[in-house]
Every structure is written in structure tokens, then in C-alpha cells.
């Protein structure tokens, strides 16, 4: 199983040929979300059809939701390293629910992330500027 990060949804969202391929590439593999994720995906609608879009989007995914225990990691994580490293809010909490769940997280934040520690994260295919 492996759990997306908002970045690489946007990307499947917008139809982007390489994340596109990506997901099709990985057959039966089980692909989730971070309900985190989920709630920034719609926190990000500038209207009522576009929400619905994405709620329908979502239905797809089985999401994922931080445990006490991974709120506690993720306060930990979040008062270590908000200041010096960056890390959000938002982020220490999808990480440490990757964590809890022992899975990959997808996605191209990989500067935040870096400082949890036990998290995995894969950037899933290559980018390029537009």
C-alpha cells in the first residue's frame, strides 16, 4: 500500500501525463490517502462543482486518519523542527499517520519530511517545468 501526499493528487487531479502514467503503472498495488490530505484537496475548491469533483475523486481512496498515537508523534515531530526544518502542521500529522500505518508516503515534500524519523517517502515520477 502506498499513501499519497496532496502534491502527487494534484497532480492525478489535473490530468499531469507523468503522474497519470505512474498510477497506472503500479496495476493492483493499493493506493490510499492521509484524510488530511483529503481535507486539503478540498479546502483548495473555489467552488461548489469543483468540490463535488473532488469528493467524487476521493470516494476512489480508502483514507487514512492519524491515531492518538500518531497525533502524539506528530506533536513531538512539530515542536522539534517547525522552526529550524519547516515542517507544518498539517505535514507532521500525514507523515506520522504514514508512519503508524508503516507505509510509503508519495510525494515531492521531501524537505519537510525528512526530519521524521521511521517515515519512507518516494517521489514517484519526474517533474518537469512547464
Not at 3 to 11: A, E, F, P, Q, R
Not at 29 to 55: D, F
Not at 60 to 72: E, V
Amino acid at each position: 500500500m502506498l499513501l499519497l501526499d496532496t502534491d502527487v493528487m494534484i497532480d492525478i487531479m489535473r490530468g499531469y501525463s507523468p503522474a497519470v502514467a505512474w498510477l497506472r503503472s503500479l496495476g493492483s498495488e493499493v493506493i490510499a490517502l492521509p484524510g488530511l490530505v483529503a481535507m486539503e484537496l478540498v479546502q483548495g475548491c473555489r467552488n461548489r462543482q469543483e468540490q463535488q469533483q473532488v469528493e467524487a475523486t476521493l470516494r476512489q481512496y480508502t483514507m487514512y486518519w492519524p491515531t492518538q498515537s500518531d497525533c502524539a508523534r506528530a506533536f513531538e515531530d512539530f515542536s522539534l523542527y517547525h522552526l529550524g526544518h519547516g515542517i507544518g502542521i498539517l505535514d507532521s500529522l500525514i507523515a506520522e499517520t504514514a508512519v503508524g500505518i508503516d507505509v510509503k508516503l508519495v510525494t515531492f515534500n521531501e524537505k519537510h519530511y525528512r526530519v521524521v524519523e521511521d517515515l519512507q517517502t518516494e517521489q514517484p515520477y519526474l517533474r518537469t517545468s512547464t
